[in-house]
T-cell receptor, first 113, second 111 residues
């Protein structure tokens, strides 16, 4: 079974731009969660999508948004990028939610200049 | 604010040593506590703990949860250089609505 895939793997943007990251979950998994990982803040929960609906949300500003498609693939969008948005963005999938074992993708490393 | 605290933040040992990593939390009611291992890539799942006092074991790794004292430990015996990684613990809240991670423990095992 293929694992969680994320594209792109690396990205460089400038302040003020926007970015869209993509995540394809393991086949059959309906829950996709997104996390931001930085050296200072560690791993922080962004949001979770299940059946095309955002089910849970962490404490991030509205510039961070996402969506999920009918095939469970998910995208995350960050608008008006700030330097502090430089981070590793990880997505994870599970059968039905974050209370279960989640399988992480390799991440997208975003650098904002 | 919900808080998950891991200690130590960093640990350097020699191959063959036994290590104990700690995770304490300030959440009195939660659904489960998870341990992950993160090398230079995505975190990989180690254990899920839901009941107090029941040890979970996988090879040289084991973990136990103490819900009364609000902490969990992860033990690694006979460490190997391949155990070098960041070990993360996370708490899942009752509704399954949120997952809070600790800062992680950076373990380095030297030959």
């Amino acid at each position: 079974k293929a694992g969680v895939t994320q594209t792109p793997r690396y990205l460089i943007k400038t302040r003020g731009q926007q970015v869209t990251l993509s995540c394809s979950p393991i086949s059959g998994h309906r829950s996709v969660s997104w996390y931001q990982q930085t050296p200072g803040q560690g791993l922080q929960f962004l949001f979770e999508y299940f059946s095309e609906t955002q089910r849970n949300k962490g404490n991030f500003p509205g510039r961070f948004s996402g969506r999920q498609f009918s095939n469970s693939r998910s995208e995350m969008n960050v608008s008006t990028l700030e330097l502090g948005d430089s981070a590793l963005y990880l997505c994870a999938s599970s059968l039905s939610g974050i209370q279960e074992t989640q399988y992480f993708g390799p991440g997208t490393r975003l650098l904002v200049l | 604010e919900d808080k998950v605290v891991q200690s130590p933040l960093s640990l350097v040992v020699h191959e063959g040593d036994t290590v104990t990593l700690n995770c304490s939390y300030e959440v009195t009611n939660f659904r489960s506590l998870l341990w992950y291992k993160q090398e230079k890539k995505a975190p990989t799942f180690l254990f899920m703990l839901t009941s107090s006092g029941i040890e979970k074991k996988s090879g040289r790794l084991s973990s136990i949860l103490d819900k009364k004292e609000l902490f969990s430990i992860l033990n690694i015996t006979a460490t190997q250089t391949g155990d070098s990684a960041i070990y993360l613990c996370a708490v899942v809240f009752p509704s399954g609505s949120r997952l809070t991670f600790g800062e992680g423990t950076q373990l380095t095992v030297n030959p």
